[in-house]
């Protein structure tokens, strides 16, 4: 059990963990398709199903593709979409969060009908109806698409907190001193966000990846001859164990992705605010 | 009391209507029933493709506007109109509502229910063996995209049933085709195929619940109210049993709703990977087709489901609690 408990109480090497696994992860995305002389596209017509080797390093699929080419590049298509997303999303929710919050009234009445209709119906189901129509449109569309609907949760919890802190007695004063309103929600309220919108922008970065990899499985998302996390998945499910590396390395490149932003996060949110997100959810 | 009832009823009511014309507004924008059939070999002349489309109130040439209005009056009356291939959505509707409704309500249930034991066990076994494990795997499970974890689980059991040498966990479709015998074996089959997909969806729900529920019920623990009870006499199980849970249960309620939606989220991958023919899978294949009616029709069944999760924490919050009901 040391193992667990070393774990348990050792937060920080965790986050290092993290953090070490997500610049390996990076490295493999942008630096590996360098390495390596095969492009995701390529077809090796000696090489049909061949398992990891010296040629193939991570071996072949059915058509004789190389995998570590192809994870690359649908990790690298992962990773980006999971930064812009992150940003997007934590940038949205603290828009209208603080908004709604801080202005209360007829902003607050309509952005929270806003928020509660986005969240009425699941954001996926949502998603791969609009991907319909973003087939060729490339990964920025995506993003795009995924942000718009990841960030109501996090403005529910962020609008709770603008509320508490619009009574606090420095808000107070700044307002009846004439301070505008936008100033003082960049000025006295986002730094106390700050802690709770960071912890928020790794779950963001997580679900965005893992959003992706769903909706290219189920054919919605990337299509061929294009790659993504979730299409080789999708292709390779089937013969995933007569055929394991096709399937198992981009499954565990999305797992270590979502793990070590997992465990980036998770140190983050004890670091920076042991209370606030769960007293704020609560209300 | 009644006032806020209501109140609560005429938002989700509002809520329901509003989510109908925004899904239906979407669906029309972004699927395309004209492609579908223009795609058809030998291609039809452009006026039957009209004339179908007219039938099945599709026709992209009339006013989103128009359309939306004839086809909610026809929903209003219980019509939600017709699939591309001219079949009734209600009677697909009524095919498919009951397996999905079995996936989610089992999921809804054994999630939650383990969910809230083993926070309340991980808390009453702070810092020991049984609450570290679960903080390591409930960590991992959240880690794990649902897609994923029904995958493994599928191939889980491949593997058990190859080493084993006869199938023992059955996981494609919903019950054995041709299945033969009495009620009670009919039964059985069913519960097995029930294993993997409920599984696959509630196990997210565990791990999430089982956190909150251990952070709520250590607060209880520390609570001077349970001191008392176990003054008087009470052991510290049955104090936290008689006086503890329920107080824990409270903020539990706030997240159900959110909860239910990664459960309905899931359950459309649960069903398209194990073969269930229901909602989700029903939704994953119109929105290939392009086919808007049964598109909104399954929308509507989750915003429908959604709404109802949210009222039955409500309820469960007003059973719970009784300052919320002053």
Not at chain 2, 142 to 162: E, I, M, Q, R, Y
Request: charged letters at 15%; glycine letters at 10%.
């Amino acid at each position: 059990m040391s193992g667990v408990r070393a774990w348990a109480a050792g937060r920080p090497a965790a986050a290092r963990l993290g953090l070490a696994l997500i610049a390996l992860l990076c490295l493999y995305a942008f630096v590996g398709p360098h390495l390596s002389p095969h492009s995701p596209t390529d077809i090796d017509y000696t090489a049909l199903s061949a398992g990891p080797g010296a040629r193939h390093w991570f071996g072949t699929n059915r058509i004789g593709q190389d995998v570590f080419a192809q994870t690359a590049r649908g990790l690298q298509k992962s990773l980006l979409i999971s930064v812009s997303v992150s940003a997007a999303t934590t940038a949205l929710a603290a828009l209208v969060g603080t908004c709604a919050g801080y202005f209360g009234g007829w902003t607050d009445h309509a952005l929270t009908f806003l928020v509660d209709l986005l969240l009425v119906v699941p954001g996926f189901l949502v998603l791969v109806v609009v991907a319909s129509r973003l087939r060729n449109a490339g990964w920025p569309a995506y993003a795009a698409a995924i942000a718009a609907l990841g960030w109501m949760v996090t403005a529910r919890a962020v609008r709770a907190m603008a509320r508490s802190l619009r009574e606090r007695p420095y808000v107070r004063a700044a307002r009846h001193m004439g301070v505008r309103p936008l100033r003082i929600v960049r000025g006295h309220l986002l730094p106390h966000l700050a802690p709770f919108l960071i912890t928020h922008a790794t779950i963001a970065a997580a679900a965005a990846v893992v959003a992706e990899a769903g909706l290219s499985f189920v054919g919605f998302g990337v299509q061929p001859p294009d790659v993504s996390l979730g299409t080789l998945m999708a292709d390779s499910a089937e013969v995933a164990l007569t055929y394991p590396w096709m399937f198992f390395f981009p499954t565990g490149m999305l797992l270590c992705f979502v793990l070590a932003v997992n465990l980036v996060g998770e140190a983050l949110r004890t670091r920076l605010d042991p209370v606030a997100a769960w007293a704020a959810v609560r209300r | 009391m009644a006032g806020r009832v209501l109140r609560r009823l005429a938002r989700s009511l509002l809520l329901l209507l509003a989510s109908a014309l925004v899904s239906y507004a979407v669906a029309t924008a972004a699927l395309s029933p004209r492609a579908y059939f223009e795609d058809r070999t030998p291609r039809p002349p452009t006026v039957a493709v009209d004339h179908e489309l007219a039938a099945l109130g599709l026709d992209d040439r009339t006013p989103v506007a128009e359309r939306f209005t004839h086809w909610a009056w026809r929903a209003a009356h219980g019509d939600l109109g017709r699939t591309l291939d001219g079949e009734s959505v209600n009677a697909e509707f009524g095919r498919r509502i009951g397996v999905s409704a079995r996936l989610l309500l089992v999921g809804t249930v054994v999630g939650t229910g383990l969910g809230v034991l083993a926070g309340v066990w991980a808390a009453v076994r702070k810092d020991r063996v049984p609450d570290r494990a679960m903080t390591l795997l409930s960590f991992l499970i959240l880690s794990l995209p649902t897609f994923v974890l029904a995958l493994l689980l599928k191939d889980g059991a491949l593997c058990f049933n190859n080493s084993v040498g006869h199938t023992v966990i059955r996981y494609t479709g919903e019950s054995t085709p041709g299945a033969t015998g009495g009620l009670l074996s009919r039964l059985g089959d069913r519960a097995v195929h029930l294993t993997l997909p409920t599984a696959t969806v509630a196990l997210g729900l565990v791990a999430a619940y089982s956190r909150y529920q251990r952070a709520a019920t250590l607060d209880v623990l520390a609570a001077g109210h349970l001191l008392t009870a176990q003054a008087k006499g009470l052991t510290p199980g049955r104090a936290l049993l008689r006086h503890g849970l329920r107080v824990s249960l409270v903020p539990l309620t706030a997240f159900l709703s959110f909860g239910f939606l990664t459960l309905f989220t899931g359950s459309v991958f649960a069903e398209q990977i194990f073969g269930w023919p229901g909602m989700g899978s029903w939704f994953l294949e119109a929105a290939q087709r392009g086919d808007v009616n049964s598109v909104v029709a399954v929308t509507l069944f989750a915003a429908v489901t959604v709404l109802l999760a949210g009222l039955l924490s409500d309820l469960l919050l007003f059973a719970l609690d009784p300052r919320v009901r002053g």
